[in-house]
């Protein structure tokens, strides 16, 4: 596959790509999750996750680099022949495809119950996503600079508002520790590999960069601060509420803006704010994903460009977005689907397509070391 000058993005665009695609609704719910698996050990259990998550996050990276300028789409039908590999692009389309309605939908009932009460959820849905074909009609190039640009503008006033939150915490919520570790990880690291999905689209990114050795550096960096991102979080809503309440919370996170009280703040409604900034988080979530999905179908059905496909898909997420009646339902739906897709993608796939590679002398040998 031939790159144009326009089909490229640099390490720095893929770890922000990495980081804006992650964190995503996942990070108002994460603390619930882990915290009723793991009580005061949760935000350990979330740096395990972390350090698991990297080595998923090298064995990507020595995959893709047997493999310059290609992609998952690509090299997948070097290594188990056209008809296989298309049918595993399918599987990865579909999964893509339901992460996509699934963030859209989560999103859609957080707006809902903290902001826009009455709005038509199917005008919240629509919107987004007609927003999204734009930017992933722009192609890669335009992917990777409106993560790069939205990065700074989201957290930089996250952090802002977050910190007057401090004189909520109770240090003694957040204890005992380390207890029953290996029980509460085989409970918990299911749980987290979800709020982690989102790694596994370097398999596609990085066949974008001009080096893909280069992707070591920045991979492992976004996974860093996504792991402290998330045991700050945890932290955070579990010393504020306490871990018997946390697990209770459908959106501990949103909970822990609004219980900020700052006397004389001409601000009243910080969670508005926190909100409104993550939209635009959800936004490139989407946009990401969305382009993979579009790129991939392009593969399967052997045609030039992922265009044509953006606008047809809109109709596919919106229809599956609808489909849960309520948000327990969504919940369910995420509960059975995620827990077996994502680790299957996000760990099991690359080992299994690295060794292949490996086995079958596939690709550009010696081209492995950091």
């Known amino acids: 596959m031939m790159m144009r000058n326009n089909d490229t993005i640099s390490p720095y665009q893929l770890a922000m790509i990495i980081i804006m695609t992650v964190i995503s609704v996942g990070v108002f719910s994460i603390a619930s999750d882990v915290a009723e698996a793991a009580g005061t050990d ?51 389309i579909g999964y893509l495809t339901s992460v996509m309605a699934y963030e ?21 849905i629509l919107s987004l996503l007609l927003v999204c074909t734009y930017i992933v009609r722009g192609g890669v190039e335009c992917i990777g600079r409106i993560n790069e640009l939205i990065f700074p503008l989201l957290f930089i006033p996250f952090f802002l508002i977050l910190l007057p939150g401090f004189n909520l915490l109770h240090f003694d919520n957040l204890l005992p520790l380390f207890q029953d570790i290996p029980k509460k990880l085989l ?8 709020n982690f999905g989102g790694i596994e689209i370097a398999l596609f990114y990085i066949g974008f960069m001009r080096e893909p050795k280069k992707a070591y550096k920045p991979l492992i ?30 959106w501990p996170l949103v909970n822990y ?57 809109v109709v596919v997420i919106y229809y599956l977005s609808l489909q849960p009646d309520s948000l327990a339902q969504l919940l ?11 680790p299957f993608f996000l760990y099991i796939a690359p080992l299994l397509f690295l ?11 010696g081209d492995e070391k950091i």
């Open 187 to 194: 409970m918990a690291l299911p749980l987290t590999a979800y």
């Open 221 to 250: 960096l976004a996974i860093s601060f996504i792991t402290l991102f998330f045991a700050m979080i945890t932290v955070l809503c579990i010393g504020a509420f306490g871990v018997n309440y946390v697990p209770e919370l459908i």
């Open 332 to 342: 369910k739906w995420g509960d059975l689907l995620f827990p077996y897709a994502t």
């Open 257 to 313: 803006v609004r219980a900020i009280n700052l006397p004389g703040l001409f601000i009243e409604r910080l969670d508005g704010i926190i909100l409104s900034l993550w939209i635009m988080t959800v936004f490139t979530t989407l946009v990401t994903l969305y382009f993979v999905v579009s790129y991939s179908l392009s593969k399967v059905f052997n045609t030039r460009e992922q265009k044509q496909y953006v606008l047809p898909l």
């Open 355 to 365: 060794v292949i590679a490996i086995l079958r002398k596939k690709g550009v040998k």
């Open 104 to 124: 859209l939908r989560a999103f859609t009932e957080v707006i809902k119950m903290f902001l826009l009460f009455r709005t038509p959820t199917e005008i919240i």
């Open 42 to 92: 949760a935000w350990i259990m979330i740096l395990m996750a972390g350090i698991v998550n990297i080595v998923a996050a090298v064995i990507i990276v020595r995959l893709n680099a047997r493999f310059p300028n290609k992609t998952f789409a690509e090299y997948t039908q070097e290594l188990i022949g056209t008809i296989p590999a298309k049918l595993v692009l399918l599987l990865f």
